[in-house]
């Protein structure tokens, strides 16, 4: 079994995505996204999934994907907002290095806006993504090992904050040249 490096969790735009990316890129390791591995996966949109099969038929697919990158992926992993809201997802995070991107309602809105197709916050977003938080927050606390507020700050800053919470700082070799 092979564990991931980080793990982010957060709500929608929190930038889990973006950030993902680019501490990928920094550790030198890959990067992968469990909704990027359901839309495949199903061949369609999650929104269209939420439709066409029903909420608990995504969360399976989305059981499947987590156990899946969980056991398989060394890199830097991001789960979609609800992976947390199952107790089995939940236990195989424990011990890991994760990361809850933490954002307010505003930022989310500014970075993703509330229109996009995301099933949960279909009617009512703003009261919706409130309510999810209510529930996912404790949830999101109770696994990570480091909580970053990603609000007015840039990409680049977050992961330098994941690095430093998480103490992934490679040591520079000592130029012994520089040094005489």
Known sequence: MTSPAVVLIGPPGAGKSTVGALLAARLGVGYRDTDADIVATAGKPIAEIFVDEGEPHFRELERTAVRAALDSHPGVLSLGGGAIMDDGTRKLLAGLPVVFLDVQLADAVKRVGLDAPRP???????????????????????????VIDTGERTPQDVVETILDALELRQVQPVDREEQA
């Open 120 to 146: 949960l916050l279909a009617v009512n977003p703003r009261k919706q993504w409130r309510e999810l938080m209510e529930r996912r927050r404790p949830l999101y606390t109770e696994v990570a090992r480091a």
